[in-house]
């Protein structure tokens, strides 16, 4: 795709959602795509290649919450993968300082790649385990927001974000459809970590891509022993 279909893909689309992109960051969301599709032909950092698809699935799904981090200091992302949601928002929002997570080395190698190439500032790529991270003194409960697409059942990803949010701060927890069940079950774990459903955004996206997206407000401190040891809560989930 040239420059120019880009850039009228991206601004009909993120005009939908009522987010304003200016051309630098147009330039730099156009330029990381080709990065990671570059880099996808040997690692593994995506299923969607089409960059039509990359635009929607990636891009204008990962900027969709752009108008709740407005307010935000410092922002992290868990399980970043690719860097959705975490690159495309940091483009958007160059004052923000972001912390970018991610299990995979190699991914963060990639995120690295990406940083230097699109000069990003206050920005940290960190290779780490959220339940391990969140041991740290230096992470645990000191950003303002948590956010998070694709990466587990909202009881598990409580237990990966809340640690890390200071009181009053935020989780946003990016969902597809049909969460009703998720919700429900979350309930027990919410209580225990310190967290409070506080509104539930339905949304559709360009493309008919429905969308929920989860704000966990942090009412109490998380204890001490949460998170427990890496892969328990996934097994045995709260």
């Given at each position: ?121 206050k920005l940290e790529l960190l290779h780490a385990r959220a339940e391990e991270l969140a ?50 079950e979350s309930k027990k774990a919410l209580d225990i970590l310190g967290g409070k459903i ?41």
């Open positions: 795709m040239e420059y120019k279909e880009f850039e009228k893909e991206i601004l009909e689309n993120s005009k939908e959602i009522n987010v304003v992109i200016t051309e630098d960051e147009i330039k730099s969301l156009y330029q990381y795509m080709k990065l990671m599709l570059e880099w996808n032909k040997n690692i593994n950092l995506t299923a969607i290649t089409d960059e039509k698809e990359v635009i929607l699935k990636h891009f204008i799904d990962s900027i969709s919450i752009n108008k709740y981090i407005k307010e935000a200091n410092k922002i992290m992302d868990i399980g970043t993968g690719a860097g959705f949601p975490g690159i495309p928002l940091k483009i958007l929002n160059k004052d923000i300082e972001f912390i970018l997570v991610d299990s995979l080395n190699k991914r963060i190698n990639f995120l690295e790649e990406v940083k230097k190439e699109l000069y990003l500032n041991k740290n003194k230096k992470y645990r409960e000191n950003v303002d927001i948590v956010v998070s697409r694709a990466v587990a059942r909202l009881r598990v990803l409580a237990e990966y974000m809340l640690p890390f949010v200071q009181e009053n701060g935020l989780c946003i927890c990016m969902k597809g459809p049909n969460i009703e069940e998720e919700l429900e506080e509104n539930i955004e339905h949304i559709i996206l360009p493309g008919n891509l429905e969308r929920n997206i989860v704000l966990i407000r942090k009412i109490k401190r998380t204890p001490g022993k949460y998170p427990r040891k890496a892969g328990i809560p996934v097994k045995q989930p709260l």
